[in-house]
């Protein structure tokens, strides 16, 4: 059977929600992309969808600081979270962000898939092994996307990920791991494959129940 692939060049700015209770209805399906603060997420979500300017990114970490929301249709959303873990931010400001993310992760009815995005130069950090954990341990597929790599030869990051891979395969779960450069457009086709089959299988699901 072939399947079919959504579009996400369709992708358009929804709401920048700062915090759950401004987000749209909790229904239909969301993917949520998380990382730390500079890992290259909002990049990510540009060239995923084929749109340069559509996720803000900037040289200053923490620039993501609301939860921003992209629709592709009706049902189906893709969720840019704050990045975590940026040092040279207040705590207190540092703890309300982790809060905001902490909430969506454990109230949000309708995330289907989580994409944790990681500087493959700076991988596994702890607060990326706890967002890893938490998507397994909540039984959500994830994608973990080591970025920026352009910036690493072809042994030295191969060699990280198949670190990378060992490392998380002791959790179990379903925990896929590939390489990616927003440069240069690598791994995109394959990060596209992935999300379309989280929808997909979501979208099955809800028709074989009506
Ligand atoms: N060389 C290279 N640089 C990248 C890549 N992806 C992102 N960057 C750069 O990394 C910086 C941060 O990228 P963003 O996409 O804004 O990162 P973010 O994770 O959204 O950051 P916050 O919103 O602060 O959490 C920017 O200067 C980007 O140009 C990549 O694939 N290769
Ligand atoms: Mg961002």
Redesign the pocket.
């Known amino acids: 059977m072939t399947e079919q692939m959504i579009d996400f060049r369709r992708a358009s700015f929804v709401t920048s929600a700062p915090d759950i209770t401004f987000l749209p209805a909790d229904v239909g399906m969301e993917i949520a992309f998380a990382?730390r603060?500079?890992?290259?997420?909002?990049?990510a979500l540009n060239t995923l969808t084929d749109h340069k300017g559509l996720a803000h990114?900037?040289?200053t970490?923490?620039?993501?600081q609301l939860i921003n929301v992209f629709r592709l249709d009706d049902e189906r959303r893709l969720i840019d979270l704050p990045?975590y873990g940026f040092a040279k931010v207040p705590l207190e400001m540092k703890l309300q962000w982790q809060e905001k993310l902490a909430q969506y992760l454990e109230q949000r009815q309708c995330l289907r898939g989580l994409v944790v995005?990681m500087d493959v130069r700076h991988p596994l950090k702890d607060l990326d092994a706890n967002m890893i954990a938490w998507g397994v341990a909540a039984q959500m597929p994830v994608l973990v996307l080591l970025?920026?790599a352009?910036?690493l030869k072809q042994n030295e990051k191969n060699k990280v990920l198949k670190h990378v891979k060992s490392e998380l395969e002791e959790l179990g779960g379903e925990v896929i791991v590939q390489l990616f450069?927003?440069?240069k457009g690598t791994g995109r086709e394959p990060a596209l494959r992935v999300l379309n089959g989280w929808f997909q299988r979501h979208s099955e699901q809800q028709f074989d129940v009506e």
Do not use: E, I, Q
Not at 61 to 64: D, I, V, Y
């Open positions: 990382g603060s500079n890992a290259g997420k909002s990049s990114t900037s040289k970490p923490g620039r993501t990045g995005l970025t920026k352009d910036k450069s927003s440069l």
